[in-house]
């Protein structure tokens, strides 16, 4: 018999799988499109830094934006490749394929209380983005006599993620979709209905970036990008809501999802304020989770027709 676990798990592969399959038939698309129009096609790659803003953020004291948001230990490299097509005027689309690793622990932060909650995550990144482009702005300078293009561009679209939140437990590493550390899948007797529902490890984001591109040559260009992914789940660390019943989580999930769920008691001091209790909030669920990038790129493009854009 199947458990609410393994239906989760079966749907959040086929999703997958989907998703996988449309990618391949819209990359089909592009390039039928482009065979048959002649325009301009551009590939890329890019290389830099991801970091995770959410429930698990590590707060700094003087609350500056740049000491809590962007604290080195939980910022992991990253890596893309992308397929750009001008379409118009100063309009192109991009498809981009993303991956990375997103970060969060409790314990980097400078609040007693968030240091006392004693959670942490990991989890793989692979993102899917589909962008309009416009280009801002495209002019050229002048570099030991020859004259050098640069453009500046922002870009907004829709996006697909995969993730995959772990905790570490004696050296372990362990999936925490499955676990429900937040009462996902406990039974409740008096109704006969499951408390709540998994969450899926497939999410959409709404991706938006800007970025400038400098072109070594007609065909080369290396550039700098920044970019910002809004989603629509809060359970890319795995914390949302409110620490459920441990006896009921026990029994429906077993000894590791309690474990996992409240790690405040691995602590050697325990001050009173903090000790957590059924209900009480274990994260914000009004504030959704994000995430962002910033890549350094480098782009060749494979066939070149002649256009301007128009400014």
Not at 132 to 160: C, D, F, P
Not at 273 to 293: E, H, L, V
Request: hydrophobic fraction near 35%; glycine fraction near 8%.
């Amino acid at each position: 018999m199947k458990t609410q676990t393994d239906v989760v798990k079966s749907k959040d592969y086929l999703l997958r799988l989907l998703v996988l399959l449309a990618a391949v038939l819209f990359l089909t698309l592009v390039i039928q499109v482009k065979n048959a129009v002649g325009q301009s096609i551009e590939l890329g790659v890019q290389n830099g830094v991801s970091k995770y803003i959410g429930d698990l953020t590590p707060v700094a004291n003087d609350r500056f934006i740049w000491n809590r948001q962007l604290q080195l230990r939980s910022t992991h490299t990253a890596h893309g490749f992308y397929l750009r097509h001008h379409l118009i005027g100063r309009f192109n689309y991009r498809i981009n394929v993303s991956i990375s690793q997103l970060s969060g622990d409790d314990r980097l932060s400078d609040d007693p209380g968030q240091q006392f909650r004693n959670l942490h995550f990991r989890t793989s990144l692979m993102e899917y983005a589909l962008t309009t482009e416009m280009v801002l702005l495209h002019k050229n300078i002048t570099i030991n006599r020859k004259k050098r293009n640069y453009s500046i561009y922002a870009g907004l679209g829709a996006a697909t993620f995969f993730i995959n939140p772990q905790a570490r437990y004696e050296g372990k590493w362990y999936d925490l979709e499955t676990l429900g550390t937040e009462g996902q899948g406990t039974y409740d007797p008096s109704t006969g209905f499951y408390r709540s529902e998994y969450y899926s490890l497939i999410q959409f984001a709404i991706p938006m970036h800007g970025g400038l591109k400098y072109y070594v040559n007609d065909q080369v260009h290396i550039g700098c990008e920044f970019g910002y992914r809004k989603t629509f789940t809060d359970y890319i660390d795995d914390v949302s809501g409110a620490y459920p019943d441990p006896y009921a989580l026990e029994q429906s999930n077993g000894d590791m999802a309690v474990t996992l769920s409240d790690r405040s008691g691995e602590l050697k001091k325990s001050p009173d304020d903090f000790i957590f209790k059924s209900g009480s909030p274990r994260g914000d669920s009004s504030n959704k989770d994000a995430y962002f990038f910033a890549m350094i790129t480098l782009g060749i493009k494979l066939k070149m027709e002649p256009f301007t854009y128009d400014f």
